[in-house]
């Protein structure tokens, strides 16, 4: 019931063009849009724009400034016809290249933009950031294969990206490579520890490998750089259950749940910790609180009424149990032993 956060860092638009060193009515427009674009005022900066543009149609620095302005305001379809200008204009611009790939990759057209890197790519074969946005392609298309190639070219232009190393290395944790991914995730940090996404992620790393003291460690720098993060609770609760640290598991699930009180994995997981520590009031609880969000859910009715088998509770206890066998007939087969065990346990303890 793990989860996995892998969040891509993509390099940022190249920067701004500046205005030609000659002045004339584009030249000054192009100029005073380039001063409230930088004053973080896009859509005056626009309005500047379009006079340059108006002014001489054929100025490629205009149409790839006003394309930088309609992307910082989420206008991706203007900024894909602004830079689609600049290419006309200037087919080996790998700027222009690069920054409609980027507003491609916002508009979800991932093949266009794939092009549109692998352009910039050709045209400035030592551009880092054009193959580590290429590389992010490949990783959101499972190519990961292609994804760590990508990466790598980056960090042979650019050995000191923490950013390429930390996509570098969820490329290597989702071919199962851990001990690689653990290796760029220490480089990432050795570059810029307060990367959070890369403690948590090498936590879940440690974990796979059943290094969970490790990953518990890692998971307290998460929680330390962002107390808000329910995931890195709920995992560093899955951690300390995995060393038999309940009653510490039981603090975390606890806090998961406060953060995000509609996920049903939180309060399942805490139930069967509170079931491991002997307190079957607080485990039937919690697996009636995640019934009440996944009401078809049949492992969960069977712990319950394990639950309510350890409370003394046999007639509740075997509602349970129906239910869930007629919901999955597959269910009685994979836990009765569970429900028997738990009867002979009651059982011993009544005599």
Known sequence: MKRIVTLLRAGALALALAAPLWSGPAEIALDEGLKLHEAGKPKEAIREYDKA???????????????NAHYDLGQNEQAVRDYGEVIRLSPKDPEAYFNRGNAYRRLKKNDLALKDYSAAVKLNPQDAKSYLNRGAVHFDARRYDAALQDFGAALRIDPKDADAYYNRANSYLALDRKEDAIKDYDEAL???????????????????????????????????????????YYNRALAKAKIGRYEAAVEDYSEAMRL????????????LAHLR?????????????????????????????????YQGKEKEADGDFQKAFQLDPAAKKKL????????????????
């Open 53 to 67: 543009i108006k002014a001489n149609p054929k100025l490629a620095e205009a149409f790839f400034n006003r394309g």
């Open 190 to 232: 050795r570059l810029d520890p307060t990367l959070v996404d890369v403690f948590y992620n090498r936590g879940i790393a440690q974990a796979d490998l059943g290094r969970y003291d490790q990953a518990i460690r890692d998971f307290d720098e998460v929680v330390g750089l962002n107390p808000q993060s329910s995931e890195a």
């Open 260 to 271: 995000k009180p509609q996920d049903p994995e939180a309060p399942f997981n805490r139930g």
């Open 277 to 309: 520590l002997g307190k079957y009031d607080y485990a039937a609880r919690d697996f009636g609180a995640v019934i009440a969000i996944q009401p078809r859910n049949a492992d969960v009715l069977i712990y319950r009424g394990v639950a309510r088998i």
């Open 336 to 351: 009765q032993p569970l429900i028997d065990e738990a009867k002979a346990k009651a059982k011993l303890k009544q005599e």
